[in-house]
């Protein structure tokens, strides 16, 4: 992963955690506890998707820079 990338996810995920606990902690308030509920929901589910999302991106830049294998090298044509 590139390193300028690292913190802004890392402070994106963060950002979704403290919103899902500040829309928990509302949730206590009867009248407000579904609604509150659902959005705090939706800002785990995008948090997952985010965390998700960067573990993904960072596999797929690891395959990117494996080297060929010895085999399909040794065949290639020079």
């Known amino acids: 992963m590139d390193a300028h990338l690292q913190p802004y996810l890392s402070i ?22 579904d609604l509150l509920a659902a959005i705090r929901d939706g800002v785990l589910w995008l948090a997952l998707l985010l965390v998700l999302g960067g573990v993904g991106f960072v596999t797929w830049q690891h395959v990117q820079q494996l080297p060929a294998p010895a085999s399909q090298a040794a065949s290639a044509p020079h």
């Open 12 to 33: 994106a995920a963060l950002a979704c955690s403290v919103v899902a606990l500040f829309f928990s902690l509302l949730a206590a308030f009867p009248g407000l506890k």
